[in-house]
């Protein structure tokens, strides 16, 4: 498969369509009986990959959880990616970068060049420098065959007051981007761009129903989202969601037959 929504589709129809998120935030690591270090990040975050690996189709883990240890968490991190590329998953590095020129080709050259060690399947942009900002990395995953998610409507409650905004065009925020998005896969052909849109609001102020990309739903779980009400939000595009959940498999850590359980119990298998 030479792309990512390609080979995303294929993996999907194999293991179902669900991101693992990987937060090892100190709450987690306390649970497991983990100390809040270096070490303690990397038994779980790789315990999870090792549980899971072969069962769901896609991790994400969160860059900010291991930057926080410095230099020997962003390592933890590339192992971590590593062992997801070994499991034969994919992997969505949720980074939220956004910059403009030089500063985002660096960024890009961070997480989608070949030869970075931090190479992910995909990432997640911040798009709120203007759409354009973002055009070093969304050149790079096309030439790299990786994937970029933009936040459109984030699941946070504070993200409206910019995401929902009036544009002159008439149109939200987010529909700016996700109408830009939908035209740069249209124009590509290899339909990279996806979406975040959360899973936590009944309406989310943007309309997806025609969009032509992988649509990521965080918020599903912990934060008051269900497998069980995506169609009731998204309609038609349901068959479009990656829906994503951390801290609800999380728990069932750290034994691997509690988390394989805690996986089963969200999407009912």
């Not at 980074?95 to 970075?116: H, N």
């Not at 065959?145 to 925020?173: F, H, K, M, W």
Request: hydrophobic share 40%.
């Amino acid at each position: 498969m030479s792309n990512y929504a390609e080979r995303l589709r294929a993996l999907t129809a194999q293991r179902g369509a669900l991101c693992v998120g990987i937060d090892p935030h100190p709450q987690i690591l306390e649970a497991w009986g983990l100390a809040d270090d270096v070490k303690g990040l990397e038994a779980c975050a790789r315990t999870m990959v090792a549980a899971l690996g072969e069962k769901a189709a896609v991790f994400k883990p969160q860059s900010a959880f291991y930057e926080v240890y410095g230099s020997e968490g962003i390592a933890v991190l590339e192992r971590v990616l590593d062992d997801i590329r070994q499991a034969g998953a994919l992997s969505i590095l949720d980074v939220k970068r956004g910059d403009i020129g030089s500063t985002m080709a660096g960024y890009a050259r961070a997480y989608l060049a070949e030869d970075s060690s931090l190479r992910a399947d995909a990432i997640t942009l911040s798009p709120y420098l203007g759409f354009e900002s973002l055009r070093p990395a969304i050149d790079l995953a096309h030439q790299t065959g990786r994937g970029i998610y933009l936040l459109a409507r984030t699941s946070n409650p504070e993200g409206g007051d910019v995401q929902l905004a009036r544009t002159e065009r008439g149109t939200s925020v987010s529909q700016l981007m996700v109408d830009a998005a939908a035209a740069e896969n249209e124009r590509s052909g290899q339909y990279a761009l996806g979406l975040v849109v959360g899973g936590t609001h009944a309406d989310p102020g943007c309309d997806v129903s025609a969009f032509n990309g992988s649509i990521l739903v965080p918020g599903i779980g912990a934060q008051g989202g269900t497998i069980e009400g995506l169609r009731g939000i998204f309609g038609d595009a349901v068959d479009r969601l990656l829906p994503s959940a951390s801290r609800q498999i999380m728990q069932g850590g750290p034994s691997a037959q509690g988390l394989q359980d805690a996986l089963a119990g969200l999407v009912g298998r």
